[in-house]
Antibody
Framework: EVQLLDSGGGLVQPGGSLRLSCAAS???????????MSWVRQAPGKGLEWVAT????????FYADSVKGRFTISRDNSKNTLYLQMNSLRAEDTAVFYC???????????????WGQGTLVAVSS | EIVMTQSPATLSVSPGERATLSCRAS??????LAWYQQKPGQPPRLLIY???SRATGIPPRFSGSGSGTEFTLTISSLQSEDFAVYYC?????????FGGGTKVEIK
């Protein structure tokens, strides 16, 4: 069974930076590298918002307009780990951030069949 | 951007009754539509993908239908554990987008 463990959240001042990590386990035969991975966030009391997706190889990335130019998604397939580097943080970025796995290998655009527990990012002075 | 609109925002249902949730896309997404269930303090759980296919381990009381712009999630007989918020998501085009959610509460 795939397990995703999000970490790295915390309190940061506006304009600051933070890097989130998502450690993945339970992938059969080293297949983490074949699945696209994404970050999805949820502001307090609000709905879900897709943030970014990275292909299995890491060669393709996609971003929501709200974070483009400020956030960078990356992955280290040798460590089965997904990252989200967040710069120039704003109050409106305050949310629980979830990492999520694409349903099937080779699919970049997809729904999500496994989710991390989430890590809270709070942007405030 | 494809806007996903869910209705109603809140649905009050008695245990054992049927619940019908709607999701509308601002443009056609074929059957590239998923439904998730989320309970307080938990991540979303995939229920339905491809508009009508149940995810692994999802009981048959959950069913999805629709294509193009109109989709429905039906819970045939609500159990206590089904009271939660439900989201639809389209994955036909970038950016991926979610509906605003329907909260299913106990009547």
């Amino acid at each position: 069974e795939v397990q995703l463990l999000d970490s790295g959240g915390g309190l940061v001042q506006p304009g600051g930076s933070l890097r989130l990590s998502c450690a993945a386990s339970g992938f059969i035969f080293d297949t983490f590298r074949t699945y696209a991975m994404s970050w999805v966030r949820q502001a307090p009391g609000k709905g879900l918002e897709w943030v970014a997706t990275i292909s299995g190889s890491g060669s393709s990335t996609f971003y929501a307009d709200s974070v483009k130019g400020r956030f960078t998604i990356s992955r280290d397939n040798s460590k089965n780990t997904l990252y989200l580097q967040m710069n120039s943080l704003r109050a409106e970025d305050t949310a629980v951030f979830y990492c999520a796995k694409a349903w099937r290998t080779t699919l970049t655009i997809s729904h999500f069949d496994s989710w991390g527990q989430g890590t809270l990012v709070a942007v405030s002075s | 951007e494809i806007v996903m609109t869910q209705s109603p925002a809140t649905l009050s249902v008695s245990p054992g009754e049927r619940a019908t949730l709607s999701c509308r896309a601002s443009q056609g997404v074929r059957t590239n539509l998923a439904w998730y269930q989320q309970k307080p303090g938990q991540p979303p759980r995939l229920l339905i993908y491809g508009a009508s296919s149940r995810a692994t381990g999802i009981p048959p009381r959950f069913s999805g239908s629709g294509s193009g712009t109109e989709f429905t999630l039906t819970i045939s007989s609500l159990q206590s554990e089904d009271f939660a918020v439900y989201y639809c998501q389209q994955y036909d085009n970038w950016p991926l987008t979610f509906g605003g959610g329907t909260k299913v509460e106990i009547k």
